[in-house]
Every structure is written in C-alpha cells, then in structure tokens.
C-alpha cells in the first residue's frame, strides 16, 4: 500500500490529523493498535480550547460538539472553605466548551467514516522504517499478516507507551520528565453537576476537581495516592472523601450515585525534543504529557496537529520544507507554555507530601493574591482558554 502520510495512533491527534489531511487533499492511512470500540470507551478529558473546537469544525466534524457542548465562560477556584470565580469572558474576552474526549473522538471518527479515508483497527507489531530518509515505510501485522506501507511521511501519534518515539535516535532525544507523587482518582456519575462551571478545589487533604461532561452527568476527581487502587476506592470511599474536601455550600449539593466508570491516573509531566527526525514526526501524547489539571492533554494534541498538517499541506501543495524544518520548535514552543500552566496549576492545588508548612502557606498566599488581582486572574484565564497560535 501507498500514502502520503502514514500516521500511527486513532486517538485525538491521529483521528484530527488524518481528517484535517483529508480535507485538504493529502492521502494518508491511519493504523490502531486497539479496536474502535476500545479507544472509544476510554474516558480521558473533557475541556476544549476555542482554537482546538476551531480545528475540529474545519474536518466538518464539529456539529454535534456546538450542539451539546457547554460553553462555560470561567472556572472556579476553592480554598479556606470558600469559592472564587474566574471569569474568562470579562478577562480575556473567550471561554472554553465542556465536551467529553469520548465523544469528539466518536465525532471524528464518524467523520472519517463518511469520507471513505482508511483507518485500521487492531493491527499489530507496528515497526518503522528509513525514517531517516525520503521514503520511509511503516510494518505491521493484521489478521495474522504481514503488510507494508509505503509513505512520504510518518506522524507518530501513538500516544506516551506508543512505539514511534523510539525511532529518533538515542543520541538525538533528550527527554524532560516529572513525576508528581500523587495520582487522581475519576468517577463518572449520571448526576447533575455540583454548580454551572467546573470548581478546582484546594484542600489540606488533597485536590478535588467537580467536573461534568452534560446536565445530568458530573465527571468528579480526587487527589490520591499512587499506592492506591481503583478497588481501594467504593463509591462510598469517594463521595465520603470528596464532601470532605468541597466547600459547605458545595458539598450539599452533591448527589451522590452509582459510578458507570471509575480510574485512576498517576500525573507527571513529560517533553522529548525533537518532536521530528528525518520523515517521522511526533504529535501529541507520543511527545509529551502534561498533569490534567490545566485540562491541556487534548488540547495541545491539536496544537502540534495543527503545525503539522500547516507543514505538509505547504509541503504538498508547494514543495517547500520550510514548515517541515519548523514543526519541531514551534510545536514545542506552544507545548513548553503548556506544561508551565500545567506544572503551575498542579502545583498551586494540590497537597505534596513531602512539602512542610511553609509551602503550604505559599500555595495559600498564591490562591489568595490570585483571586485578589485582575492581573493574575488574566494571566490565568489567558492560558485556560488556550494561548494563541
Ligand atoms: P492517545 O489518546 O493516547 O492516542 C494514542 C493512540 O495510539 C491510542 O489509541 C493507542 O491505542 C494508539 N497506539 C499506541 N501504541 C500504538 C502502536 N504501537 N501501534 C498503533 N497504535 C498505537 N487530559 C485532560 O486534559 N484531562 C484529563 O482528565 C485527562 N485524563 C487522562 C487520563 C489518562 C489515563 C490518560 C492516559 C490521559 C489523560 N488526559 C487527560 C490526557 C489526554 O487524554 C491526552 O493528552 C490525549 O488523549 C492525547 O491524545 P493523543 O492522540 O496524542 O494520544
Ligand atoms: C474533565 O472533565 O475530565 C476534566 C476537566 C478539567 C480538567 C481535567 C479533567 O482540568
């Protein structure tokens, strides 16, 4: 088989790239390790930047995601027992929409689906070759198989386990990491959310987040820890220590109700640089992670899309590399300011067991001067919403 762009992974990044390819003429191939309804059935994030819904609209996928939606137009922000609103609208003029990973990936995958362009499930083995070169070619197995692809490029959007970033040489990688000593926690619930907007919530005993994915369903997190298992946590468990973390008023409105998905997440933070060599580009997850409580996994997984799909149209269309030369650093630039609000905003909420009584007054002092100054306010709203490309 031949392609333009092979790309590996049927996540976001993937599924983005490969209809924003399609849309503007540039064949490309998508290979999963997992079958569709796998990938469709893990809960991950749920809060879309204004330029990450932009994209999704330009594949013609974004209809059902205006329509169900919940444009929220700020957060708020709890701590000493008390709740603060950060209004995006007033700061900075956007907002963002609350809508499930789950469902843009349905989105996008329905839209592939109609426009004929190929996406293989369960494929395994996926292996790489002459990346380094013009012709670079992509292995793996199906139904027992062997097959090839032939490509002029190959997008590595196969997540942080996937295989692609392997194949930048050891002495051209250099990888930043950071684990934080704690996981969270997620419940999924068909309950009303607690309050109209998501509410971050600060407490000595660890973080809680009161997020929703509708009207009628609450998507909820607590800080845990990294010893812990989904089994040490029965709803009672969750509920009884989520009340104990949310502010009076809050915590009276929650309805506690039979989880339908409950996980757990170590957070860390991850960059490797480069995020291309040679034919191989990396996009996503596949180059780095940010901690969830930014919300910036999904949304710099567009951002690097977008880079690189303004790169190989140009390419395509063009003959120039001079994007394709650029993708890196200025993939990299946007993921690096997304990382700091990410390392910030974790490092604001939650409870470090090791931090002595001093930090924890600096994260008081943090919170209050946040939510006393219209500068701080801005500054955070500003990177919530998304930076500007
Ligand atoms: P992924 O969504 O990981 O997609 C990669 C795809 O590649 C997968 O479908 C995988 O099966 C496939 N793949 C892997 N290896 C191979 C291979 N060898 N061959 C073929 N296919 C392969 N972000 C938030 O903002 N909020 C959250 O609450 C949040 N929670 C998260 C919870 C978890 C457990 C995880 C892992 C992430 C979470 N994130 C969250 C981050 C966000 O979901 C990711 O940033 C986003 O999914 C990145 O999209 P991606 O397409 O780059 O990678
Ligand atoms: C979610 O709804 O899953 C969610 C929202 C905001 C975050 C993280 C997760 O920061």
Same mark, same amino acid.
């Given at each position: 088989?031949? @392609?333009?762009?092979?790309?590996?992974?049927?996540?976001?990044?993937?599924?983005?790239?490969?209809?924003?390819?399609?849309?503007?003429? !540039?064949?490309?191939?998508?290979?999963?390790?997992?079958?569709?309804?796998?990938?469709?059935?893990?809960?991950?994030?749920?809060?879309?930047?204004?330029? @990450?819904?932009? %994209?999704?609209?330009?594949?013609?996928?974004?209809?059902?995601?205006?329509?169900?939606?919940?444009?929220?137009?700020?957060?708020?922000?709890? +701590?000493?027992?008390?709740?603060?609103?950060?209004?995006?609208?007033?700061?900075?003029?956007?907002?963002?929409? !609350?809508?499930?990973?789950?469902?843009?990936?349905?989105?996008?995958?329905?839209?592939?689906?109609?426009?004929?362009?190929?996406?293989?499930?369960? !494929? /395994?083995?996926?292996?790489?070759?002459?990346?380094?070169?013009?012709?670079?070619?992509?292995?793996?197995?199906?139904?027992?198989?062997?097959?090839?692809?032939?490509?002029? +490029?190959?997008?590595?959007?196969?997540?942080?386990?996937?295989?692609?970033?392997?194949?930048?040489?050891?002495?051209?990688?250099?990888?930043?990491?950071?684990?934080?000593?704690?996981?969270?926690?997620?419940?999924?619930? /068909?309950?009303?959310?607690?309050?109209?907007?998501?509410?971050?919530?600060?407490?000595?005993?660890? +973080?809680?987040?009161?997020?929703?994915?509708?009207?009628?369903?609450?998507?909820?997190?607590?800080?845990?820890?990294?010893?812990?298992?989904?089994?040490?946590?029965?709803?009672?468990? %969750?509920?009884?220590?989520?009340?104990?973390?949310?502010?009076?008023?809050?915590?009276?409105?929650?309805?506690?109700?039979?989880?339908?998905?409950?996980?757990?997440?170590?957070?860390?933070?991850? !960059?490797?640089?480069?995020?291309?060599?040679?034919?191989?580009?990396?996009?996503?997850?596949?180059?780095?992670?940010?901690?969830?409580?930014?919300?910036?996994?999904?949304?710099?997984?567009?951002?690097?899309?977008?880079?690189?799909?303004?790169?190989?149209?140009?390419?395509?269309?063009?003959?120039?590399?001079?994007?394709?030369?650029?993708?890196?650093?200025?993939?990299?630039?946007?993921?690096?300011?997304?990382?700091?609000?990410?390392?910030?905003? @974790?490092? @604001?909420?939650?409870? %470090?067991?090791?931090?002595?009584? +001093?930090?924890?007054?600096?994260?008081?002092?943090?919170?209050?001067?946040?939510?006393?100054?219209?500068?701080?306010?801005?500054?955070?709203?500003?990177?919530?919403?998304?930076?500007?490309?």
């Amino acid at each position: 088989m031949r @392609t333009q762009v092979a790309i590996i992974g049927a996540g976001p990044a993937g599924l983005l790239l490969g209809q924003l390819l399609s849309r503007q003429g !540039v064949a490309n191939v998508i290979l999963e390790r997992r079958s569709a309804q796998y990938v469709l059935g893990r809960v991950r994030a749920g809060v879309i930047e204004t330029g @990450t819904a932009g %994209f999704i609209d330009e594949t013609g996928a974004g209809a059902r995601m205006h329509r169900e939606g919940l444009v929220h137009d700020g957060i708020e922000i709890a +701590f000493a027992g008390e709740r603060h609103r950060i209004d995006f609208r007033a700061l900075v003029g956007q907002g963002v929409i !609350v809508y499930g990973q789950t469902e843009i990936t349905r989105d996008l995958m329905d839209s592939r689906a109609r426009s004929g362009a190929e996406t293989l499930y369960e !494929v /395994d083995d996926v292996s790489l070759h002459d990346v380094a070169g013009t012709k670079p070619r992509v292995r793996y197995r199906k139904g027992g198989m062997e097959h090839e692809i032939q490509a002029e +490029f190959i997008a590595g959007c196969d997540g942080s386990h996937g295989v692609s970033r392997q194949y930048i040489p050891a002495p051209l990688l250099r990888t930043f990491e950071r684990q934080y000593p704690f996981g969270w926690l997620g419940v999924m619930v /068909d309950r009303p959310p607690v309050a109209p907007e998501l509410i971050y919530t600060r407490h000595e005993r660890g +973080f809680a987040l009161c997020s929703m994915r509708s009207a009628t369903r609450s998507r909820l997190y607590v800080q845990c820890s990294l010893e812990d298992r989904v089994s040490d946590w029965p709803d009672d468990r %969750f509920y009884e220590e989520l009340t104990r973390r949310l502010d009076g008023a809050t915590a009276a409105k929650l309805e506690p109700g039979a989880s339908i998905e409950k996980s757990l997440t170590p957070l860390r933070g991850f !960059v490797a640089e480069p995020m291309r060599y040679g034919s191989l580009f990396l996009a996503g997850d596949a180059a780095h992670v940010v901690p969830p409580t930014g919300a910036k996994g999904l949304n710099l997984a567009a951002s690097d899309v977008h880079y690189l799909r303004e790169a190989l149209v140009e390419y395509f269309r063009t003959g120039s590399r001079a994007g394709i030369e650029a993708y890196s650093s200025r993939a990299l630039a946007r993921v690096w300011k997304a990382e700091r609000f990410s390392w910030w905003m @974790t490092s @604001t909420l939650h409870t %470090f067991p090791a931090h002595s009584g +001093f930090e924890s007054r600096m994260q008081e002092a943090e919170l209050t001067y946040l939510v006393g100054s219209q500068a701080a306010r801005a500054a955070l709203a500003e990177n919530y919403v998304g930076l500007p490309y």
